[in-house]
């Protein structure tokens, strides 16, 4: 064994591919068969669609794609076949999630060998972590590859936040190429977006929060990572061409629109986290005649019956649905 | 791929297993070079020093075995040096930590091949659970295995308590054969083990919490899972003699000395969590020449200069270093 | 003692005063002389600054005031000082802080008998509350009054929050006048504004956070309470004043600038919580000749030293001080 | 006013009478009348059972008293009354729960003037508050009276821990003169009654969960503040003199019974924190025939139909009701 802890020392290597990230980059939900196997048909109908849409690129393995459910063998699936399908028409960003540094360098090297343009982690989880193993983690997750490195920010699933300090540091030092916060600390944000742009913007922020990304234009954030796009990813794109054109009157209206589409999460009843949220995605796809089914990886519950109901409910009110 | 949401159903097994599980079972660190690989001559003296010492069984991949940390491959070699080391001496428990429920079977393929006594799960972790994907886990989890299956209940890990009422009746329905109890909720605790006497005893109660163990015996618990004791378990093996002979001054004392002992994992400064804590253990071990180096794994920092002496002086005021 | 119980019913009022609380409304500090009393002098200034400056009303006695702090005789004082003060200017809105119902109820009898404009409670708070709580209590609030009402959401300090769906439901019946969000919460602020306006406006919506008003203006936000513009209140008056007259670049610039200005609450260090964010604004105040003194109640440190330095850097960094 | 924040010093004082606070000390609950007053006859009979059944002390307007629910002359009502009807037959503590010190004095002179025998402060709440706060706090407290102090920790309810260091630097400074540890934290009790004992045994240290009190003695507790022993006191103060005589199989035995009674606290559905707990005191209270009604202060729900029947099924189930 290679010894990792030698590599955590802080040595700075060029991100020049970081500036090809921007826009509207959805974090794909992962179709399944009703038995827990990748629907592949449902898969390459589901990225398609994104793409025709008039997405920036693609985030597979991250929450929404059930990453946490999935064993090895099915991520590396994954991702091999959303590889495929994608062929080169828009940046795959592949997420490389795993409770420390040395698993989620085991995900780094099958994210190499498949071929994808960048990797997003989170910090570290499961054992109780200060700012020293936060810092250490990224900084040898980048000297293990030469991919750029996404933060993925998401206290929620980690608990913990990775500090606007922190996140300037290792920007400036070219450790990390940006980061996906999804920390519902818009505070937070809008320093970090100061922060970012003072230093001359070595990193690219983006806000994972579907419903108020008007506000993280307004703090200047260069793109998107909304799992609500995986319905109708019509109103980002057009939302972002707005921003880029200072039309903000028109981000509004369609920051609006895509909040509405949102209520479909806040439908089902008795169930929470991903049941509900990717559950709600995966049923409006599935009443879109997107993908096959809506079925859930083992433990979480698949919403049924009246749930599914509520979700057609949310969508026939804002005319997705007959 | 077989489906394993198809298991998820209510069948009961046959856990005629569960009575061998008992008394004090410390969770083992695992001593590693410089450069962070296992140390398998410092972790066979460890192994044999904790059987000498009268433990009744180990606990290995527990968090104190920084089992968060390893890759798989570590993982395995890890469970298999410990398999050939304690060589049928005392029951092995094996962690199969991991997120979700399809990552844990992978490790309960793993703990089988090298073949363990019992396997210890936690409730699933990074994505937001409610109650049936707790339940849905474990009963998943009992369905792929014929060993008995403990509950590894750490909410400063996973973030979601395992109510006593779905830990009685995963236990009177046979799918879990105890449980490791690291929630720091001695009222639960209280709670548990009268539910569970009231049913007739089908959990082994276990707890995790090195300085109030008496108070877990007052509660009726079945043993400990000290992490403590792989500096010396000499004062718990004493206090679960007592405890089985009724002799509770006894039971008290020894509780005390080890309350005593345990400072080390409060005396570094400027660390959290098992950089503290395990890093303690460790340090101790390499200072009573048990295990020849202090390493952590990545991301974690390793105890040096003053957070060393801290320990040194705590072992000294306890009369455990000259 | 008239029963208070028998007053947790669901009477509607009717609320017309409601439409005239919009725009900029400042928390006021509350400036002290060095030995923790009511510097009246320097409240006048600060008072009649933030007037000249064009601000839409004061809301006094709320947690930049330090309400907490204050006994009640210091509360009543601090209140009819400043209703003597404003003289009319503006209208004027009391903080009715407190733990249960029976006590914010005379908190609002000492309001009622100085003639404010409008009352702001919080949740209930020290004991653990369910939503049958905040709802009953709100409602008790709401007939013990003839004065608006409205929802101070803050879990940060009341550890819980007012859901999206009681919050419309008491606005609805006229229970509630509005809220003043400082839950750090922009996605529920999102879908709360969404259904105000599908509901027909009943709540004035005000968002307590300086740095992302942008964010809430284009969420369709009534107003902003902002602790900040005790320092400076002009850049949020003409974001205000952009905000309605649909300017949103300069919405984005103006909230930039403050965004700058408010890194006066993150320089200090090692204090925290209000010692540090209020103690900065009294800080700079006094620096800026407003205020006499940063002195802060107790048992809260006073910003001395190198703090004081810290916040001077800030305002000289953002030409607030030469 | 005089200055308050002159108070802040660390000057010493005398805390003789500390040693006579020990044993079983219940936190008396407030028996009302339908519409919401104070039921003195109720409030007698309680007072009077409780010292019948060998009580050690009583703390009154403590959490489980309703305090936080009650404006200040009804406290100082239930203050009083208590007085009155204990008449010297035993110690009587008197809590002096508020958000902040200025406020806290002012109930301390309140329960000077009553007479009381020691008073109990919970570390500051609402605001955020470091550690700073905390001892300048307790200080000030201190400070204003002469009589002893004790240190509630109750993090459920103000949502900071006061940690073992500060409670034995206060405590060896005869600042305070002891605690009741609500905390829930029983490693944290174990290492502050072991630093006690090294210390001198400066603090007079109590413990206030009902089912695990035996856990507690094992410590080395001082008493116990057992909400449940308004029910029934018996098994406490049995359990006290077991404890005092060295016989843990009986203090084990009664903590048994103890436990078995306390899931009256569990048995109600559909309501929380004191509503459910202190609700299920005042409802057996009622069914025993103690008290005349289990009515609750606003904004709490009050126990009714099945949720009446759930408790009095758990009073028969252990024979407390026929």
């Not at 809506?294 to 804002?318: H, I, K």
Request: charged share 20%.
């Amino acid at each position: 064994m290679t010894s990792i802890n030698a590599l955590v020392t802080t040595t700075t290597k060029d991100n020049t591919m970081t500036m090809k990230f921007h826009g509207v980059i959805p974090p794909v939900v992962t179709p399944l068969t009703t038995d827990g196997d990748l629907d592949v048909p449902s898969y390459q109908k589901l990225i398609d669609r994104l793409i025709d849409q008039g997405v920036d690129g693609l985030f597979v393995l991250g929450s929404t794609s059930e990453v946490a459910f999935f064993d090895d063998e099915m991520r590396g699936r994954v991702l091999a076949e959303a590889k495929r399908i994608i062929d080169g028409r828009v940046p795959l960003l592949a997420g490389v999630i795993d409770t420390e540094t040395l698993r989620v360098i085991r995900h780094i090297r099958q994210a190499e060998d498949i071929g994808v343009d960048a990797v997003v982690a989170t910090a570290p989880f499961y054992a109780i972590t200060g700012p020293t193993e936060i810092e250490n983690h990224f900084r040898a997750l980048h000297e293990a590859t030469a991919l750029p490195l996404f933060v993925y920010d998401i206290p929620v699933c980690v608990h913990v936040k990775v500090s606007v300090d922190l996140m300037m540091k290792l920007g400036r030092e070219g450790v990390i190429a940006g980061c996906k916060d999804s920390s519902a600390d818009d505070v937070s944000f809008r320093r970090l977006a100061l922060a970012n742009r003072a230093a001359g913007s070595p990193l690219a922020l983006f806000t994972g929060h579907e419903v108020v990304v008007d506000g993280a234009f307004m703090s200047g954030a260069d793109g998107v990572v909304p799992g609500l796009a995986n319905v109708d990813a019509t109103n980002y794109v057009a939302m972002y061409k707005a921003y880029r054109e200072g039309d903000w009157e028109r981000v509004r209206t369609e920051q609006d629109k895509a909040a509405e589409l949102m209520e479909i999460v806040f439908a089902p009843q008795g169930v929470v986290g991903p049941a509900a949220g990717v559950g709600a995605f995966k049923t409006a796809l599935q009443l879109l005649g997107v993908i096959e089914t809506n079925t859930m990886t083992v433990p979480m519950p698949t919403l049924a019956g009246d749930n599914v109901e509520r979700v057609a409910e949310v969508l026939r009110r804002v005319g997705e649905l007959a």
